[in-house]
């Protein structure tokens, strides 16, 4: 929440390129390319899955007046240019048959991955994911780690995510930090983390 403008943290600094962004709005925090989605899914429900897509191309469009009131031919390229990126997103995240459905009426996991894909239509440096698993079951847990990775190996983003799956952050993370209570716990790559004996402790158990 500090890191995307919903919070202002009470202490310390937020640095992004060497700036200090704590006390941005989170629009502001977007643009420069840092996007996140929820704990809850946060979908305009009565609007169809493409549309919900559509709405984060906005900054991405011929929007002069003029423009738009007289369709010139770059108002309609840009519409085209977000539409046909908005149905390339459809397809990375195998909702492109969902395209017209109203996002509410869409099963769990897919509005997972449809919020998602709405945050790679902003074309995200840095994609944070807010307990992205919780409440999937194992098949789609399955789908959402195939989809992270071709977030990072394809599109070149940085995937940060909280979450509480030790399985599915262990086998996607490159570092990983462990917070116990509130309390930093330890930190490093996934085979430090797996042998380090406070966490075992916390929350791999002991055998």
């Known amino acids: 929440n500090c890191l995307t403008g919903f919070y202002r943290p009470s202490a310390g600094t937020i640095l992004l390129d060497g700036e200090p962004i704590q006390g941005l709005a989170g629009h502001q925090i977007a643009r420069k390319g840092v996007v996140r989605t929820f704990q809850n899914v ?22 002069n007046f003029l423009s738009g009131l007289f369709k010139t031919p770059a108002f309609r390229r840009s519409e085209r240019e977000a539409m046909d990126y908005a149905e390339h997103w459809l397809e990375a995240v195998n909702l492109r048959e969902f395209a017209n ?98 966490v075992i402790k916390a929350y791999l158990g002991e055998a």
């Open 101 to 198: 459905r109203p996002a509410g009426t869409l099963a769990y996991g897919q509005q997972r991955r449809l919020e998602i894909a709405r945050c790679m239509m902003t074309r995200p440096r840095i994609l944070m994911l807010d307990e992205p698993a919780a409440g999937l079951n194992p098949r789609e847990t399955d789908d959402l780690k195939a989809l992270i990775g071709v977030l990072r190996s394809a599109h070149n983003a940085t995937v940060l995510l909280i979450e509480h799956d030790m399985k599915l952050v262990m086998s996607i993370s490159d570092h990983i930090v462990v917070i116990n209570q509130g309390t930093p716990l330890a930190d490093g790559t996934p085979e430090q983390i797996r042998d380090n004996p406070d």
């Open 42 to 63: 946060r979908l305009f429900k009565e609007m169809t899955a493409v549309e919900n897509l559509l709405v984060a191309q906005h900054r991405h469009l011929n929007t």
